[in-house]
């Protein structure tokens, strides 16, 4: 066995390169141990190139916001009971705060998606008013949540990332993606309400790969 072979240490098990690649999860010396093995170990370096490859590329896709076609197919899949809907906010200048701003809710697609019906991809989310915003419904029953897929025409780093109802004090953050939940509500006491958009205080510009797979 040549020098080189008995000096090289052992190889970090299969869980501790993927966490060493997302950046999480190990010591400060277990990372070092880690850096140090790849700059001698040619097979970990190989294997940590693929995982990195195989993060970067699920990243890109968990960073794409969820399209009409995309919960069309999953209400498609669904049980019956769920349903989905489309709510168009649109700007009340004259009622917002001083960290938030003010929209009015507008009801203008609820169904069970059921065939020969109208879908979610039959409206064009482009044409809507200009400064609206639109929030995409979809109900999981068995949880007792309602979800929420935020969408806006030009989306822009200063997208709002919290919602609050008017005359409710909790708030409801959306992830990277737009998408977030609240306790589950029938559409139509939805429709035609105020609500306020607002940005989080010392929100993280970038996130990093595990917060992002994992859907912060």
């Known amino acids: 066995m040549s020098k080189e072979n008995k000096a090289l ?28 093995h790849l700059v001698q170990c040619g097979k970990c370096r190989r294997t940590r190139r693929i995982l990195d490859r195989c993060n970067d590329l699920l990243c890109l896709e968990m ?37 938030a701003k003010a929209y009015r809710t507008r009801l203008v697609f609820s169904a069970n998606g059921e065939a020969g019906r109208s879908k979610l991809r ?26 929420l897929f935020l969408w806006e025409p030009e989306p822009r780093e200063g997208r709002p990332d919290r919602l609050r109802w008017s005359g409710r004090r909790a708030s409801i953050s959306f992830n990277q993606i737009g998408a977030g939940c609240m306790a589950l509500s029938d559409f139509s006491h939805l429709d035609n309400q ?23």
Do not use: H
Request: glycine share 4%.
């Open 63 to 99: 960073q794409r916001p969820v399209t009409n076609t995309a919960l069309d197919l999953a209400k498609s899949l669904a049980p019956k009971q769920v349903r989905y809907g489309l709510l168009i906010c649109t700007p009340s200048p004259d009622e917002d705060q001083r960290s």
């Open 122 to 147: 039959d409206f064009d989310l482009k044409k809507i008013p200009q400064g609206s915003l639109a929030l995409r419904m979809y109900t999981d029953p068995m949880e007792q949540e309602l979800l």
């Open 9 to 36: 240490s052992p190889c970090p098990s299969r869980r501790e390169l993927e966490l060493f690649c997302l950046q999480t999860g190990l010591s400060r010396a277990e990372k070092l141990r880690v850096q140090r």
């Open 194 to 216: 105020l609500v306020f958009f607002s940005n989080a205080i010392n929100k993280k510009n970038k996130l990093r790969r595990w917060e992002i797979l994992c859907g912060r």
